[in-house]
């Protein structure tokens, strides 16, 4: 097969131009770039130009036999970015298919390429003057619209579960062949509107997986609304927490809280507002509770910051947001912002600035304000994400160990050589299940000498992601190896507890269905039955690979 | 195979008991009933007691390859009941499978069995004071919670999708296999709070499908709302229904309406109130247009009557409330109900169901209340569906042309013999779209000489489902075949134009991917995998047929 390999090449090169295959050590190794510290070489990268490329090159990589791995992006730093799970992998890039194909603003949805970046989708309803928002993430600007929803990525505003505003695909199968979702004619007037189509909902089945390439899909918009406010709450004591969240749980139950809402704690909020401060390390490898407890005072947070929006009609935005006044300000301070406070905002933001070196000014700022320069400084950037204009500055916190500067601009934290892995498990939305997490990950960080980082991400009203993050020096070997060593043992212990892993990486991807051999196995035999040779991504989310016992 | 049929039959009730089988012709007469007209006799009907008896079954109707058709209860009445799509089944009836397994009400959620009714569930939650409500149809209190989920039936409040609220489920497979969804260990905390699991979703392939015997569900249950309100109004010109399904579009997206909102036209509202006015047809098969807006101005209705719900915390119904009544009332006659003015109205009716000969009394009443007492009549019936308490008035408008009484309990039209056929589309939800379904579908209703009647429901802010009911005597031969007819003819013509059927009945299931062949394709290569003797339900929405080329 080996010496097949530059044939298939060439094959491939004559479909998308030799210019849009990549087979030099240098292109090669820059696609095997992560935040983590897992690192894969594929033997080539291509960049197809239409679906109609996408299904003749898997035709090639089946008859050749080569897997290919397919990347809309491929900017899920944190998580194995582009690589393959093996070594030798042909990875497919589908950033060239960009194309805003239809915005139907009557029934609110779009029509999109994989290529189509958050921004660009951002710019095009701002530029043509459409009152529509597409949801984002606080990732990069430049990262896939349609790969963040088939990861089952999440934004911030009602329409924040990417995946569940998935409406039509058109895939492209092993085989070459071409399917769309719906059960319907090509005449269909609802595939992008009615999401079950007819006969068997397939959608789910092209996320977190490999049976098949997503070339389109219809994706809903939330239509402006008439209002909208962003809250924040401070959580004076961490033991709170539990009970924060229970009343989050009960206001989302209840329909109050329709959008997601984020709780960082106080190392994750450190790391959107400075880089790490080795300087109080004191001969440890992580901060100690009285050092963090000095840092938090010294940038005015508390121990959890809980943020979320409230969207809708004046009145109602008026009554939910009266709501969350009487369920969360007992915990602390509760601040709401809408677009005339942020305007407000900015203004002082720009003259406290250009003050800053004056101390009693400052000063009064502070007590004014209840906040740092440094806190109110990430407010600009988070509340456009709110509204669904993404921004590079928060994914800024992937620099958060890195000894160089982090950049304003052009954020790569891979190509910066940033140390961030992501574990994400799903928790029950209960103050005692978010509890016992905590309980569980919390000493395993102290035992590999990390600072304990974690972001609550209500995403319905009976579920939470725990986003645990592992910031590490990544130059740095020893700090890398236990880096390591820590993601292994969170993933396992949690997993063992019963928190699945709500997305995963390309370290753990082969593992997760570990506890389902059944489930493991009907996907296997579906996956031979639509790609024998399994050229897909094999392995991918646990399929396409033997199941395992427990 | 014929031959060895008695010898699984056999096999079949060392499993289940022979009381649990059914083989006699009269039984199986008694299962090939249905509203419409399609007849299918079964071979026999098995009761199984368990989930592992189902997997038993399932082992040795694929030793003698004898296709199962599963059903829960089977009274989707007018789409074929318990009926396979040939002669010759074996129909699994899951009725005697009714646990209640848990009930999470922290959580909001239930694990039910497959037998469990939409009554039961309501029982149980009102009889163990747990405040949560299960959304149910406006059919038959004895109908199955998953059985109707699987087939993506619909209620009336904001959990009204009630495939879109089942998570986690446990599923035989042809093999005998047990897989649960979710891609989670046993031990998982989130197998029914987290939709999409680990991995991906695969619930969508086992609702209006035939790739597993679902025999364990979680459902999500709606926590009772502070406020309800009810509201209804009942559109004076039906030129301008267009403009209210717009409205009520935009009044959904701005997520004011969050529940789905039913339209029903004169005839369908008739048929809840009046059996057929059999003495009005002057000759004809169907009425003239006088003589039903004489009826309609005798029952006091419109020509469409528009209604939904409203829920939320009191300030929120408060502020909805508003919204809707400044978008609405142009319309014509707005009304809303509360709890308050239901015991009101309740009282009301009682006094004048008592009174009713006196005809002044009428006459003052009539006027006050802006109904008749046929109208009004229909409103303590429907109220508590919209506050998920099932009730088996509403489902006797199947008897709309029966010539017997209609019953008000234990009511059965498919034993009864009244005549009832559904044909259910999907259209975007604009007035334009819903306009030209009505445009196609009426004048087809008049060529074959029967009433247009219909319903639209808001099934997301982006699709209605125009849920066609075909009222016929089923007793008169010529009734049946024209409805026959009728329906083969609707069908047709609105997959042409692009309405893609939403549900269908036994008479159109194996054509129903006609129109994509790939898609079919797909589903027979995956189904082929995994129940290789095409033992569950062969054929059913056009799985395990070949497919056809457009």
Same mark, same amino acid.
């Given at each position: 097969m080996e010496n097949l390999f530059p044939e298939a090449i060439k094959k491939i090169g004559a479909v998308v131009g030799d210019d849009h295959i990549l087979t030099r050590t240098n292109d090669r190794e820059a696609h095997s770039?992560?935040?983590?510290?897992w690192h894969r070489v594929c033997a080539a990268v291509v960049y197809p130009g239409t679906a109609a490329e996408v299904a003749r090159i898997v035709k090639i990589a089946a008859e050749y036999k080569i897997p290919i791995w397919t990347y809309s992006k491929g900017k899920n730093w944190g998580y194995g970015a582009t690589m393959g799970y093996r070594d030798g992998a042909l990875i497919l890039i589908l950033e060239r298919m960009n194309r805003i194909i239809e915005v139907n603003e009557e029934l609110a949805y779009a029509v999109i390429e994989p290529g189509v970046t958050q921004k660009q989708l951002d710019d095009y309803l701002k530029a043509n003057n459409i009152k529509l928002w597409a949801d984002c993430t606080d990732s990069t600007t430049e990262g896939s619209v349609i790969g963040n929803a088939l990861e089952r990525g999440f934004g911030y505003t &009602? $329409?924040?579960?990417h995946f569940g505003h998935l409406c039509g695909l058109e895939v492209v199968l092993a085989n070459g062949e071409f399917v769309r979702t719906g059960g319907g004619a090509e005449n269909s007037l609802t595939w992008h509107t009615h999401?079950?189509?007819?006969? &068997? $909902?397939?959608?789910?089945?092209?996320s977190q997986s490999n049976f098949g390439i997503v070339t389109k899909a219809g994706i809903w918009l939330l239509p402006e609304p008439e209002s909208f406010n962003s809250f924040t709450c401070e959580i004076?004591?961490?033991?709170d927490l539990p009970a924060v969240i229970d009343t989050i749980r009960r206001l989302a139950l209840d329909d109050v809280l329709e959008s997601n809402v984020h709780m960082i704690n106080d190392v994750m909020f450190m790391a959107q507002m400075i880089q790490y401060p080795y300087d109080l390390l004191d001969g440890k490898t992580y901060l100690s509770e009285d050092t963090r407890a000095a840092l938090r005072k010294k940038l005015k947070i508390r121990p959890w910051t809980v943020t979320g929006g409230i969207y809708g009609t004046r009145s109602q935005v008026r009554a939910c947001r009266h709501i969350v006044k009487s369920g969360l300000s007992g915990y602390g301070r509760l601040s709401f912002l809408d677009d005339r406070m942020f305007g407000v905002m900015k203004a002082l933001l720009k003259f406290w600035k250009k003050h800053q070196n004056n101390s009693l000014l400052s000063s009064v700022l502070r007590w004014a304000t209840g906040g740092s320069l440094e806190k109110l400084e990430v407010i600009p950037h988070i509340y456009p994400i709110f509204k669904g204009t993404p921004g590079e500055?928060?994914?800024?916190?992937?620099?958060?160990?890195?000894?160089g500067p982090r950049p304003r601009t052009n954020v790569d934290p891979a190509r910066d050589g940033a140390g961030l892995i992501w574990l994400a498990v799903i928790s029950p939305l209960t103050g005692r299940h978010t509890g016992e997490l905590e309980k569980i990950c919390k000493p395993i960080f102290y035992k590999h000498g990390f600072d304990w980082s974690c972001t609550f991400v209500m995403v319905s009203p009976r579920s939470a992601v725990g986003l645990i993050e592992i910031f590490y020096e990544k130059a740095n070997a020893d700090e890398a190896s236990r880096a390591q060593a820590l993601y292994n043992e969170l993933a396992e212990k949690t997993v063992a507890a019963g928190f699945q892993q709500y997305r995963t990486s390309i370290a753990f991807g082969d593992r997760i269905l570990n506890g389902a051999p059944e489930f493991q196995r009907l996907m296997n035999t579906m996956k031979a039955s639509i790609d024998p040779d399994n050229?897909?991504?094999?392995?991918?989310?646990?399929?396409g690979l033997p199941e395992q016992q427990v």
């Open positions: 770039r992560d935040t983590s510290m &009602p $329409y924040w579960d999401k079950w189509g007819s006969g &068997p $909902y397939i959608e789910g089945l092209f004076k004591d961490e033991r500055f928060i994914v800024g916190f992937a620099y958060f160990k890195s000894r050229i897909i991504a094999p392995g991918r989310y646990g399929i």
